[in-house]
């Protein structure tokens, strides 16, 4: 048995071969999975039942075994009648998730169509589909490097 919380097969085998720079989204129940992904990334679907399971528990999955240099969101265009709502409160339990883990990183909103084009990169890996009914619950992870522990 692993003791990392990732246990997914699959999404073990597709991050074991990324890198740096290597990119894996967490996509909402809404997202367009089949369409808006990079040529090189495959999809994980882990719907189960509406709402089963959230972004934010697959976020936290991933960072108890990435290495993650930065965390996106789908920014919410001013135009968007979403917008007039404030920040998506979901983002708020992204930050928890990340404050939890430990992790020095912050939540860096990237507007919609912006975000669609980062996901179509020859670097995206890896599309984790999940059941997520949240607006605006789209989390792009970029990884980061192994690196040495200091041992004391």
């Not at 882990?46 to 920014?75: C, E, F, K, Y």
């Not at 919410?76 to 979901?90: K, L, N, S, T």
């Not at 599309?127 to 997520?132: G, R």
């Amino acid at each position: 048995m692993l003791k990392t919380a990732l246990l997914h097969p699959e999404i073990l085998r597709i991050v074991a071969r990324a890198g740096h720079h290597s990119k894996i989204l967490i996509a909402d129940g809404n997202y367009p999975a089949s369409t808006k992904r990079g040529p090189n990334a495959e999809i994980v679907c882990l719907q189960l039942t509406p709402g089963v399971p959230t972004v934010a528990q697959v976020l936290r999955a991933l960072l108890s075994a990435l290495p993650i240099d930065h965390v996106n969101t789908m920014g919410v265009p001013a135009d968007d009648p979403y917008a007039r709502q404030g920040e998506p409160p979901v983002w708020d339990e992204f930050r928890a998730v990340i404050a939890d883990a430990g992790a020095a990183l912050t939540l860096e909103p990237i507007l919609k169509w912006d975000f669609y084009q980062h996901v179509e990169s020859p670097d995206h890996v890896l599309t984790i589909q999940t059941a997520d009914q949240s607006l605006w619950a789209n989390v792009l992870l970029t990884m980061g490097c192994r690196v040495e522990e200091n041992s004391k």
